[in-house]
């Protein structure tokens, strides 16, 4: 009989040191929220993880760098449509000259010459963190940004190369008026080669802001369906393992009154050979 209480109390404690590590890692997923917390518990699964991991990461500097790819652009087309305003301008200062006979004011030339200005600041003023669009080509105002990532590689790329808007024809010659006689020899025929100069360069930006939108928008919704997928691998189920550690806590009673009454069970057994 004692033989068989002493396997009876090995039993009851092997079971007891089962159900104790079991809720050791219920209760640990309960209080992390994962399932998967580390190589030890799924190598598969946690290798799946990182890498996904790794992607989120990567996808939130693409996502930065998109943002700031796209003020630079927004920055370049608001200086644009000033500049395009202040042609118009230019443009109706020619009209009034050519009704005049072609005779141009000192007025009139004064308003080009502080429009000149003008545009020369606008172009100047458009930089964000370091780039300017309206500026020479060449670094670092050149634009190149990649749109996504995949497998923690870069993937995708929206490019611009940056030139001066007064490098046309007809920017150059509204850009060299500096006197009556060069005012009254920009035609309305250069003010409008002008407006288009403009018009080219702001359909242009125009184009790579809507690429920057669609690549933020799609990086959005990578970045949904990638923490979706960790979230399906990784999360602990709450309420499967709180009910779960419940069960366990009744299992762990039952096997400490187990224990209990295999001791009772050897001491009673001691007490016949008193």
Do not use: H
């Not at 799946?48 to 939130?60: F, G, M, N, P, V």
């Not at 020899?185 to 002008?194: C, E, I, L, V, W």
């Amino acid at each position: 009989m004692v033989a068989i209480s002493t396997t009876n109390n090995g039993v009851a404690m092997a079971a007891l040191r089962r159900v104790n590590a079991d809720l050791t890692t219920t209760q640990n997923r309960i209080a992390t929220g994962l399932r998967v917390g580390s190589a030890k518990d799924d190598a598969g699964i946690w290798a799946t993880a990182t890498k996904i991991r790794s992607d989120i990461s990567a996808s939130e500097s693409v996502k930065s760098n998109l943002s700031t790819a796209k003020a630079q652009v927004d920055a370049a087309s608001a200086a644009l449509d000033e500049i395009s305003a202040l042609v118009d301008e230019v443009a109706k200062i020619t009209a009034s000259v050519a009704a005049a006979g072609g005779t141009a004011t000192t007025s009139q030339v004064n308003q080009v010459v502080a429009f000149q200005t003008q545009i020369t600041a606008l172009m100047g003023s458009s930089t964000v963190n370091g780039k300017n669009l309206l500026g020479a080509a060449g670094a670092p105002n050149n634009l190149s940004v990649a749109t996504g990532v995949s497998d923690g590689a870069l993937v995708g790329t929206v490019a611009y190369t940056a030139g001066l808007p007064t490098a046309g024809a007809g920017m150059t010659e509204l850009m060299a008026v500096t006197d009556a006689a060069s005012l009254a020899a920009f035609t309305s025929t250069d003010a409008a080669t002008a407006q288009s100069e403009i018009a080219a360069i702001a359909t242009k930006l125009g184009a790579v802001s809507k690429g920057l939108d669609s690549a933020m928008s799609f990086n959005d919704r990578m970045a949904d369906v990638r923490n979706n997928a960790l979230g399906g691998l990784v999360d602990a189920d709450l309420e499967r393992e709180t009910a779960k550690m419940q069960a366990l806590q009744v299992r762990q009673q039952l096997a400490y009154q187990a224990i209990s009454m295999s001791n009772n069970s050897a001491q009673n057994i001691l007490m016949l050979f008193r």
